[in-house]
């Protein structure tokens, strides 16, 4: 769904947080008072929920602050900054992942960077849906080329995405946050992130991969009923209402940026310790799913390839590699 232009502009004087009489809107933006009734009824299928009280006006459930280009890049490193071949910020996509593979087939260059405020189809692994309501969360992309080493130069990506992703909300104050392999980001047993990578190019040569990261900051329980699994977000993990949006978005590509620049030449080993010290799953009983089989056995860590290991019941660990098991851990 696209939000209108009237919509964006009710969303800009709402953003506040405070209310608003539905005559100072109907003025502001040159229509009637039913008119603004009408566009805010909108609003709530792109998961903005408003309260209308007889003599306050109008305000939406929380203070909103949209991306916004120039305030995401204030506080990047030049360096980074000079790895960005575009950056932009969507009101609507089916999904930043599927905006950027089509991109990328187009010959978009590498370091093209992509938000979006909502996304209508946003993809999780497996197929499932990445639940996304407008101007309440991240979602980013980043397309980014690799030359040299063909696919196996993406090898344990989405564990050094999950470290860039912690670092960033370290800097920020949010402590305690660690990794469940291979590309969740977790806080106290409750997923608040996740990472998708769809790698294409040649086994042998040069290849692309986009980086998707979804990461909660304020998600409406309205709007999270259709999420199966324990979830969080940074408003209640600080306890506070309004969260800078785009210091967060700026933060987190920042320290993926940091990690991309290198990653051709370092791979995994760049980061590989610190994600074991994020590791929130070593030492836990799991079942294993590889197509219709299932695997009992403990979390030894990961491998130098950032393969998993389990120590199955016969005392014998194997590894498993992204993208060929689904995970399960009922004790998270």
Known sequence: MLITEKQKQI????ADGEFHSGTELAKSLGVSRSAICKQLSGLSILGL???AVSGKGYRLEKSLELLDQSKIVSVMSDHNKALISALEVHDSLNSTNTYLVERSQRDAPSGTVCFAEYQSAGKGRRGRQWVSPYGSNLYLSILWRFQQGGMAATAGLSLAIGVAAIRALNALGFNGVGLKWPNDIYYQGKKLGGILIEVSGE????????????????LPDLEAQSITQAWTDLTKISGE???????????????ILTILKDYETLGIQGCLEEWRYYDCLKG?????????QQIQGRVEGVDDSGLLLIKKQDGSVQAYASGEVSFNAPSL
């Open 11 to 14: 969303l800009n004087l709402l």
């Open 284 to 292: 836990q009983s799991v079942t294993l799913f590889i197509g219709q």
């Open 241 to 255: 209402k309004i969260l800078r949006r785009n210091a967060l978005a700026g933060a987190v590509l920042n320290q």
């Open 203 to 218: 086994a042998d040569g040069p290849c692309s991969a986009v980086i998707g990261l979804g990461l909660n900051l304020f």
């Open 49 to 51: 929920h408003h309260s």
